[in-house]
């Protein structure tokens, strides 16, 4: 199992909308999410600044799946007008952070 987390940034003023939408996330974007193997998904929020954490068998096919997927693809480009640094999902340019300590 990998652990991950990602590092995204909301453009000033978008934080409402940004909150406003993940409360209201596709159901087709949560089953695509699992059917993918990623489990134990979290954001959170820092001012405009997003870390998110996430628990996957194998990172690369999981990305694979979600980048193929038409549902995230609107998604992603849903939410690109909200983010200065976005996922990085549609492009790869996903900043991943590295983890330094973990205590089971």
């Known amino acids: 199992m990998q652990r991950v987390a990602t590092y995204m940034v909301v453009k000033e003023g978008m934080e409402e909308e940004y909150r406003r939408r993940h409360a209201n996330v596709w159901p087709e974007i949560l089953v695509g999410i699992k059917r993918a193997g990623i489990r134990n998904y979290s954001i959170f929020m820092r001012g405009r600044e997003l870390f998110s954490y996430f ?7 999981a990305m694979a799946l ?5 549902n995230n693809q609107r998604w992603q480009d849903y939410m690109a007008p909200l983010m200065e640094v ?3 999902v549609k492009d790869g340019s996903t900043v991943y ?4 300590f973990h205590l089971d």
């Open 66 to 70: 979600v980048r193929a997927d038409p």
């Open 86 to 88: 976005s996922s990085g």
């Open 97 to 100: 952070l590295g983890e330094i």
């Open 55 to 61: 628990e996957v068998d194998d990172l690369e096919k």
